[in-house]
Every structure is written in structure tokens, then in C-alpha cells.
């Protein structure tokens, strides 16, 4: 039996402040979805994942998404396709960022407060 799941991402933003990763998908076996968020001037440092697409959707405030070397804003609502193999970082630009990661499933996200690959 297959069954939908539904998450209140703005729940998950109101409890705790965490950095990093505050939420898994982990009913899929397909996808890895996270959700991350970073206080000001905080994100994963620059990296370069030859393994999966990505897909940084934004939940709530305002950030940074670097590809390559060129800087692209992203806020809520905002979406930003990152290739597989591209340089890129993250970095909040207010007071927090929260958005969303989207890739075929490869091993677990290990995002905290310090810098490390999405």
C-alpha cells in the first residue's frame, strides 16, 4: 500500500533553531528531499558534487546560492537547478534561510552547522 506524506515545512522551521538539516523525506527510496536551514552569513561551504542534479527551492528568507562562481538569490518560492559536477555553495543572507534540497537518492545528507557537501 502506498501512502502520501504531507509535511508542514513552516512546523518544522518553528522548532529549535538547528543549522543544518531540521528535516528528511524518508518514505522514498527514489529521492532524497531535505530541508536546511542556516542562520546570517552561515551555509555549506564551497563544493563540488559529481554525483546527482540538485534542486534548491526556497522556504523562508533569503540567501545565496553560488554556482560556477556566480551568485543567484534565493528566497521563498524561489527555485535554482544546480548540475551535477558545477561548483557551488550556499550562504544565508538574513536573519535565517531555509530551503529545500532535491536529488535522486544517494547516500544520507550529512549537513550541520559546519560546512559540508549537500
Known amino acids: 500500500m502506498h501512502r502520501a506524506t504531507i509535511t508542514d515545512l513552516h512546523e518544522k522551521l518553528a522548532v529549535g533553531e538547528q543549522a543544518g538539516v531540521v528535516w528528511t523525506l524518508e ?3 527514489d529521492i532524497n ?3 536546511v536551514r542556516f542562520p546570517a552569513g552561515r551555509g ?8 546527482v ?14 554556482v560556477d562562481g ?6 521563498a518560492g ?4 544546480v548540475p551535477k559536477g ?7 543572507s538574513s536573519e535565517t534561510f531555509a530551503y529545500l534540497t532535491i536529488h535522486l537518492r ?12 549537500e
Open 27 to 29: 518514505q522514498s527510496g
Open 33 to 35: 528531499v531535505n530541508l
Open 44 to 51: 555549506v561551504g564551497e563544493h563540488v558534487n559529481e554525483e
Open 53 to 66: 542534479d540538485v534542486l534548491f527551492i526556497g522556504v523562508s528568507g533569503s540567501g545565496v546560492v553560488a
Open 70 to 75: 556566480h551568485e543567484h538569490h534565493l528566497r
Open 78 to 81: 524561489t527555485v535554482a537547478f
Open 86 to 92: 558545477t561548483r557551488r555553495s550556499t550562504r544565508s
Open 106 to 117: 544517494q547516500g544520507p545528507l550529512r549537513v550541520s552547522g559546519l560546512p559540508k557537501s
